[in-house]
């Protein structure tokens, strides 16, 4: 059993920030930096004003769209407080995810980029910086797991923790995050290597989905249709939506190089 009594409230002045928020800047942080390193090293032509408005539709998209899906998948703890709207306590991840593709999919098209070329420069690091999300995950107490006895289950002491307490939980955050730095090696050793653009970027698509999914099956949650939580149903669809795309580019890629 791992016990974890850490406070997830950080206090900063007069100002109380969960740790979870604090690490998603940070993780944001790691994807923008390494996007920037993969568009250089890839010999992508993008002027430094236009780089810095990608960082910044990426960022705003992924605040704005995590926050979103939180109060759309939790519309009880806004009620007759709509204020509470405006906040980052509370992010939901395929929120952040897709908040911030629309947000440079929407970029890219208007400043003439190629959408393809800078989602293989992103997906390494958005990998890596899911893996980092999930440590704010571990000490919050949130998307935690069901009731188990194994040896390996984690129980949470501190009061100001999400997680039920005094309670042997399954790690879920923790299986999340062991996944999640698999599939970034994964893609770094793939880096250049798959035909045609896009095909990185898609493939991460596929691996998001396929490990996520299984984890979401130990963790507590309230369904909202056919018995599956949203992110299940979400993860579900992308899975469909993207590896019958992977296969046909690059089957299509194959045929025109024979």
Known sequence: MIEIGID??????????????????IS?????VIGVLEVKRAGMAIAWNRTVGLCLSFLIGALIGGRALYVLDNPEEFSGHPELIFGLNGILMYGVIIGALLAVFIYTRLRKLSFWEIGDAI???????????RVGCIINGCCYGVPCGLPWAVM???????APLYTLLHPTQIYHLVLCLVVFAMLWLLRGKLKPQGSLFLLWLVLLAITDLPVRLFRAGHPVLFGMQQ???????????????LIVRMGS???ETS
Do not use: F
């Open 28 to 32: 944001l942080v790691i994807v923008m």
């Open 123 to 133: 997906a390494p690091g958005a990998m890596l910086g899911l893996a980092v999300y």
């Open 253 to 255: 890629a194959r045929i």
């Open 8 to 25: 997830p409230v950080l206090q900063m002045g007069p100002l109380e920030v969960r740790w979870p928020t604090l690490i998603l800047i």
């Open 231 to 245: 992110a299940q149903l979400i993860g579900i669809l992308v899975l469909l939506g993207a590896l019958p795309w």
């Open 156 to 162: 949470y002491t501190n009061p100001n923790s999400v």
